[in-house]
T-cell receptor
Framework: QKEVEQDPGPLSVPEGAIVSLNCTYS??????FMWYRQYSRKGPELLMY????GNKEDGRFTAQVDKSSKYISLFIRDSQPSDSATYLC????????????FGKGTRLHILP | NAGVTQTPKFRVLKTGQSMTLLCAQD?????MYWYRQDPGMGLRLIHY???????AKGEVPDGYNVSRLKKQNFLLGLESAAPSQTSVYFC?????????????????FGPGTRLLVL
């Protein structure tokens, strides 16, 4: 089983819809969970991060972590064509030198 | 601040040629990383550095060498390029801050270098 699993998509949704992006993971030691957004031909940029379980909201974006199920989600409300990108989940442990493990990314298309 | 910059943006090499990719950051970050990104494979860590003068192997280090002579620069070298090294290469730098009972690391990525090896 891979450490981090993420559906590659593509996921196509109409403008204004709520988008749900998900990752599952196998290592219960992960403590920090991140979502990166990557536009075509650009580097990934950090969108949100959460520590341990729970929800975190930032504008139209909500990150959710369920450690009991080893499942993380990113919700995008009122989706816009500018949200079209690849979204990568990422996670790491607690120590200073621990590496970040990335999912392979989900391609999202918001249809105008 | 320019953030993380990478040169060149695009390069074509013939098999067996060598080249060096340059990464520079102006955020005074201690940690720097080189990744490659291939379709269906996601981001894979090649080498990383936890400070000036230090380097360490990542997940896929074979065929690559790195150097961190200055804190702001991290160089990735290909001594003898192979078609399997055709990829998009991303550099990243990071800082760490205390969060909860551990550390939260935030990585900043450069724009990438597209490399084609024929």
């Amino acid at each position: 089983q891979k450490e981090v699993e993420q559906d590659p998509g593509p996921l196509s949704v109409p403008e204004g819809a709520i988008v749900s992006l998900n990752c599952t993971y196998s290592n219960s030691a992960f403590q920090y969970f991140m979502w990166y957004r990557q536009y075509s031909r650009k580097g990934p940029e950090l969108l949100m991060y959460t520590y341990s379980s729970g929800n975190k909201e930032d504008g139209r974006f909500t990150a959710q972590v369920d450690k009991s199920s080893k499942y993380i989600s990113l919700f995008i409300r009122d989706s816009q064509p500018s949200d079209s990108a690849t979204y990568l989940c990422a996670m790491t442990y607690m120590n200073r030198d621990d590496k970040i493990i990335f999912g392979k990314g989900t391609r999202l298309h918001i249809l105008p | 601040n320019a953030g993380v910059t990478q040169t060149p943006k695009f390069r074509v090499l013939k098999t067996g040629q060598s080249m060096t990719l340059l990464c520079a950051q102006d955020m005074n970050h201690e940690y720097m990383y080189w990744y490659r990104q291939d379709p269906g494979m996601g981001l894979r860590l090649i080498h990383y550095s936890v400070g000036e003068g230090t380097t360490a192997k990542g997940e896929v280090p074979d065929g690559y060498n790195v150097s961190r002579l200055k804190k702001q620069n991290f160089l990735l070298g290909l001594e003898s390029a192979a078609p399997s090294q055709t990829s998009v290469y991303f550099c990243a730098s990071s800082y760490s801050q205390k969060s909860g009972t551990g550390y939260q690391e935030t990585q900043y990525f450069g724009p990438g270098t597209r490399l084609l090896v024929l």
